[in-house]
């Protein structure tokens, strides 16, 4: 049997097969056939692996998540209406590079506060200038994560424009590498109150607390914001 | 019509003809019906938040594989780094196979092709996830080590060195070479 023959009897050989016979021989003897057969081999067993078909269920459900919880685009600025936007979040693993800013609704310059892993406890205030101002949330997170959940809790007469009443929010959201921007549409009722930001994803969660003051029981001179705190990181 | 409407449907449109195939892809990948839904899921989530990037592409399903590659990747290092590298979900794959389309076998011929089915999923997973995904886009998937070259960012050269080494690991675990390892040959 010369190396033509041999590769076509490779060729009508099943997955597995041992040769035998004059194909044997020649195997026996020739080293570029020997390679041959064993590639000819690997790629009829690797093509025998069946895979199983994904349910029509699980690719409709897997769309429609897809699209409804995952952003194409940070949301730029918050909607004046009640519907506040929140494109993106708080992840598994923070750098706890966190930035939070508040934006003065009729003051040209913006006051802002860096974070960056403060880890012991600080006095942090918000000072409100107006009834109703928004309080963003920059979050830098190092990596992407699709489902992470994310809760507010208001205390202290204050309220989220278009969610009166409610002194807790839940959603499942995603997180995109980079930063994170979380806009709160913040009403004040009174002098003074507090909100708390916490994410989980995994076994990691995390934690801001923001106390929010007007201006005139804030100080000029008080910190504006909390850091991060990771829970259990 | 209202845009985030319109956006949607359009990704829709976009991605649901390779979804099917993305998912053995990902299969073949994590080795896992379990794994594979996860990697698609993250695999939406991902290409729906690039949509801006891919959507003008004539042929976008190379930029879909490479995005898949990638979090395959991630997902591998995420749970070897929480869970250990050998903590896998075979168990869960002869459940799939038996779940598979099949004109029913005999009892001994459905054992042993599941067996069978069994040793390949395992020598896939003892590659590592660069040399899995070689292996699925060149060896069974059939593109050619250009393609996949630009679809795994890695250079020609590289990838026929690895892969050299893929399928001798690969005949050595499934026992394909012509001869018994104890038979000296001339």
Redesign the interface.
């Known amino acids: 049997m010369n190396c033509i023959e041999a590769r076509q009897a490779i060729g009508h050989l099943d997955s597995?097969v041992?040769?035998e016979g004059p194909l044997?021989e020649h195997?026996?003897?020739c080293e570029l056939c020997?390679q041959h057969?064993?590639?000819a081999?690997?790629?009829k067993?690797?093509?025998?692996?069946?895979?199983?078909?994904?349910s029509p269920q699980?690719?409709e459900h897997?769309?429609q998540?897809?699209?409804d919880?995952?952003?194409?685009?940070p949301a730029p600025a918050p909607a004046r209406t009640a519907k506040w936007r929140i494109p993106a979040s708080l992840a598994a693993s923070f750098l706890i590079a966190a930035a939070a800013m508040l934006i003065w609704d009729q003051m040209p310059e913006q006051q802002a506060i860096e974070i960056v892993e403060q880890r012991t406890p600080a006095e942090n205030v918000v000072a409100l200038e107006a009834h109703r101002q928004e309080v963003r949330i920059v979050i830098h997170s190092n990596?992407?994560h699709?489902a992470a959940e994310v809760s507010i809790e208001l205390a202290g007469n204050l309220e989220l424009e278009g969610y009166a009443g409610q002194q807790r929010l839940a959603w499942t959201t995603?997180l995109?590498q980079g930063a994170n921007l979380l806009v709160l549409p913040v009403v004040l009722h009174n002098e003074s109150g507090e909100i708390r930001v916490r994410s989980q994803f995994?076994?990691a969660s995390h934690e801001v607390n923001v106390h929010v003051a007007r201006k005139s029981q804030a100080g000029r001179t008080a910190p504006l914001v909390e850091p991060f705190a990771p829970v259990n990181a | 019509m209202d845009a985030d409407f319109e956006l949607k449907t359009a990704f829709e449109r976009s991605t649901r003809p390779h979804l099917t195939t993305l998912y053995h892809s990902a299969y073949r990948l994590t080795g896992s019906s379990a794994d594979a839904e996860d990697l698609l899921q993250e695999l939406l989530f991902k290409l729906f938040r690039q949509f801006d990037q891919w959507r003008g592409l004539d042929h976008p399903k190379p930029w879909m594989q490479r995005v898949l590659y990638n979090l395959h990747i991630d997902l591998y290092r995420k749970r070897r780094r929480t869970h250990g590298v050998n903590e896998r979900t075979l168990d869960s794959d002869a459940q799939a196979i038996d779940e598979m389309a099949n004109p029913e076998p005999s009892p001994a011929v459905q054992a042993e092709g599941d067996q069978q089915q069994r040793r390949i999923l395992e020598a896939l997973q003892a590659l590592g996830p660069e040399q899995r995904a070689l292996v699925t886009l060149h060896l069974i998937e059939g593109h050619t080590l250009e393609e996949v070259s630009a679809i795994l960012d890695v250079p020609l050269g590289t990838l026929k060195s690895r892969l050299h080494r893929c399928k001798a690991q690969l005949k050595r675990t499934l026992q394909l070479e012509p001869f018994p390892e104890n038979v000296r040959l001339a």
Do not use: I
Not at chain 1, 45 to 54: A, Y
């Open positions: 597995g041992r040769p044997a195997l026996g003897q020997r057969y064993g590639d081999m690997l790629l067993t690797l093509g025998s692996l069946k895979v199983p078909e994904p699980f690719l897997a769309l998540r897809a699209t919880e995952a952003a194409p685009t990596d992407e699709a995603s995109k995994g076994q």
